[in-house]
C-alpha cells in the first residue's frame, strides 16, 4: 500500500501544532509543557487520520491509493481552514529548539531521526511485528493463513505512518518557526523516491530501514547539492525526476 496523505499530514500537523502553541499555549509566554502538548497534539491527530485510512482499507475493502487520495485533499483542506490560509507565526524562539538545537554539538533533529530509524530497523529485522509486516506485504493470504492477524497488521502501519507524519510536520514548524498548509508539498513523492531508491519493493514484502535511510540521504543530496549550485527551481524538478 502507498499513502499519499504523507505531505499534507506534515502541513495539518505543523498547523495544528503552532494554533495550539500560539492560541492554548500562550504565545510568546508559551511554557516548555504547553509547547509539549502542542506538539503531541498534531501528532496524535494525523495518527487518528492513520486510523481512520487503515480502518477504510481493512474493513470496507477500499484501495489504499484511493483512500490515501483523498485524505490528502482533506488533511490538505483542513490544513487551509485551520490556517485560515495563511502561515501561523508568533511562537516562541524557544520552540525551535526541536528543529534547530543542539545537543553535544549535534543537530536534535539528526539525533531524533538516527534514534527513530534504529528503532524502525530493530523492529523490522528482529520482532514479531516486523515479520509480520514484511509477510502482510508479500502475500496477505499466506500471512492469514499463517495466524497473522492482518487488518490488524495494516491498520497497526497506517496510525504509525500517521504519527511519523505528523511529528515530520511538527519538526518541520520547529524549524521554519511557524505553521503553514504549504509546508510537505511534494513530499509523498519524495518518500516514495526515496523507499524505491532504497530498494523497497512496490509488490511488498522486500526492503530494509538501512535502504531506506541511504534512500533519503540521495534525494536530500541531489536537492540540497542544487539548492547550493543555484539550479533552477523549476530545472530542479527534472533532475530530480
Given at each position: 500500500g502507498i499513502d499519499l496523505s504523507v505531505g499534507s499530514l506534515v502541513a495539518l500537523s505543523s498547523v495544528i501544532c503552532a494554533w495550539f502553541v500560539v492560541n492554548v499555549a500562550g504565545a510568546g509566554n508559551a511554557t516548555a509543557i504547553g509547547m509539549v502538548f502542542s506538539c503531541l497534539g498534531g501528532i496524535l491527530v494525523c495518527g487518528g487520520v492513520g486510523l481512520f485510512t487503515g480502518t477504510m482499507v481493512t474493513r470496507f475493502r477500499i484501495p489504499p491509493f484511493i483512500v490515501t487520495l483523498a485524505m490528502m485533499l482533506v488533511a490538505s483542506g483542513f490544513a487551509y481552514m485551520i490556517a485560515q490560509g495563511t502561515s501561523i507565526y508568533n511562537v516562541p524562539d524557544s520552540f525551535?529548539?526541536?528543529?534547530?538545537?543542539?545537543?553535544?554539538?549535534?543537530?536534535?533533529?539528526?539525533?531524533?531521526?538516527?534514534?527513530?530509524?534504529?528503532?524502525?530497523?530493530?523492529?523490522?529485522?528482529?520482532?514479531?511485528?516486523?515479520?509480520?509486516?514484511?509477510?502482510?506485504?508479500?502475500?496477505?493470504?499466506?500471512?492469514?493463513?499463517?495466524?497473522?492477524?492482518?487488518?490488524?497488521?495494516?491498520?497497526?502501519?497506517?496510525?504509525?505512518?500517521?504519527?511519523?507524519?505528523?511529528?515530520?510536520?511538527?519538526?518541520?514548524?520547529?524549524?521554519?518557526?511557524?505553521?503553514?498548509?504549504?509546508?510537505?508539498?511534494?513530499?509523498?513523492?519524495?518518500?516514495?523516491?526515496?523507499?524505491?531508491?532504497?530498494?523497497?519493493?512496490?509488490?511488498?514484502?522486500?526492503?530494509?530501514?538501512?535502504?531506506?535511510?541511504?534512500?533519503?540521504?540521495?534525494?536530500?543530496?541531489?536537492?540540497?547539492?542544487?539548492?547550493?549550485?543555484?539550479?533552477?527551481?523549476?530545472?530542479?524538478k527534472v533532475v530530480l525526476g
Amino acid at each position: 500500500g502507498i499513502d499519499l496523505s504523507v505531505g499534507s499530514l506534515v502541513a495539518l500537523s505543523s498547523v495544528i501544532c503552532a494554533w495550539f502553541v500560539v492560541n492554548v499555549a500562550g504565545a510568546g509566554n508559551a511554557t516548555a509543557i504547553g509547547m509539549v502538548f502542542s506538539c503531541l497534539g498534531g501528532i496524535l491527530v494525523c495518527g487518528g487520520v492513520g486510523l481512520f485510512t487503515g480502518t477504510m482499507v481493512t474493513r470496507f475493502r477500499i484501495p489504499p491509493f484511493i483512500v490515501t487520495l483523498a485524505m490528502m485533499l482533506v488533511a490538505s483542506g483542513f490544513a487551509y481552514m485551520i490556517a485560515q490560509g495563511t502561515s501561523i507565526y508568533n511562537v516562541p524562539d524557544s520552540f525551535t529548539w526541536l528543529g534547530r538545537g543542539m545537543f553535544a554539538g549535534i543537530p536534535v533533529a539528526v539525533i531524533l531521526m538516527l534514534i527513530l530509524y534504529a528503532g524502525a530497523h530493530v523492529i523490522m529485522s528482529k520482532s514479531k511485528l516486523g515479520r509480520a509486516i514484511y509477510a502482510v506485504g508479500g502475500n496477505p493470504e499466506a500471512a492469514r493463513l499463517s495466524g497473522i492477524r492482518v487488518n490488524r497488521v495494516l491498520v497497526w502501519v497506517y496510525i504509525v505512518c500517521g504519527l511519523l507524519a505528523g511529528l515530520g510536520g511538527v519538526i518541520l514548524a520547529s524549524q521554519l518557526k511557524s505553521g503553514s498548509p504549504t509546508y510537505g508539498n511534494m513530499y509523498e513523492l519524495y518518500t516514495i523516491a526515496a523507499v524505491v531508491v532504497g530498494g523497497t519493493s512496490l509488490m511488498g514484502g522486500e526492503g530494509k530501514m538501512v535502504g531506506t535511510l541511504t534512500g533519503a540521504f540521495i534525494i536530500g543530496i541531489i536537492n540540497n547539492g542544487m539548492n547550493l549550485l543555484g539550479v533552477d527551481a523549476y530545472a530542479q524538478k527534472v533532475v530530480l525526476g
